[in-house]
């Protein structure tokens, strides 16, 4: 069965600093990566996605992340941290046979000025 | 519609009532999921459908839940004999398929189901 671990609840950045949020999966075969993000009373929104290719994934708002099949984790970076930024990030995985997605347990991003 | 469209946005029940929770996907999306948002229990996976396949129940949490989707369209959730620890947001996402972009859900806003 499919899984992804979230190991950190909250994250906390400086704005301007380097931010990374964790994940990492577990699935039979090559997977299928995600992340979404809620902003404070907004609904989950996707952020970028991962099926093959390049490891580095760019996606919206100027985040990016990395897909490492050995140590099967797909960390959330961003190079430089805003305020704005602050919401709760779900990663997500989908085995390539298709099917539910699962999702994470959230980590709560909180990025001060 | 523009989204997925969920009613209503707030449910207040007694314990014991069944309540039913209504999911519009966008038009064209052949696959529809449900899943409940509980403070600290993240995003939890309830049940699955994608276009005339038979759906994906494996995260219903006992057998007071069900799911229905009409037409390959509208969905309903139907909690029976409703309990406090059923108390969290319910959302309804939808996507295209699995092909290409069909991979990116759409989320509804939810509904925020309270049971006294």
């Known amino acids: 069965a499919q899984s992804v671990a979230q190991p950190e609840d909250q994250v906390n950045v400086a704005e301007g600093n380097p931010l990374t949020v964790k994940c990492t999966y577990s699935v039979s075969g090559n997977p299928y990566l995600f992340w979404y993000v809620q902003y404070p009373n907004r609904g989950l929104q996707f952020l970028l996605k991962?099926?093959?290719?390049?490891?580095l994934v760019k996606g919206s708002y100027g985040f990016e992340a990395e897909f490492n099949k050995s140590q099967t984790s797909f960390h959330l970076k961003k190079p430089s941290a805003l305020v704005s930024d602050s919401a709760l990030y779900f990663c997500?995985?989908?085995?390539?046979?298709?099917?539910?997605?699962?999702f994470g347990q959230g980590t709560e991003l909180s990025v001060k000025p | 519609g523009a989204g997925v469209s969920q009613s209503p946005s707030n449910k207040v029940t007694e314990k014991g009532k069944d309540v039913e929770l209504r999911c519009d996907p966008i038009s064209g999306h052949t696959a529809l999921y449900w899943y409940r948002q509980s403070l600290g229990q993240g995003l939890e996976f309830l049940i699955y459908?994608?276009?005339?396949?038979?759906?994906?129940k494996s995260g219903l949490p006992s057998d007071r839940f069900s799911a229905e989707r009409t037409g390959g369209s509208v969905s309903t959730l139907t909690i029976q004999r409703t309990q406090q620890e059923d108390s969290a947001v319910y959302l309804c996402?939808?996507?295209?398929?699995?092909?290409?972009?069909?991979?990116?859900?759409?989320f509804g806003s939810g509904t925020q189901l309270s049971v006294l």
């Open positions: 459908f994608q276009g005339n396949s038979a759906p994906d």
């Open positions: 991962y099926i093959t290719g390049d490891n």
């Open positions: 996402a939808s996507s295209l398929g699995l092909s290409g972009d069909g991979e990116k859900l759409f």
């Open positions: 997500a995985v989908r085995g390539l046979q298709g099917g539910k997605l699962i």
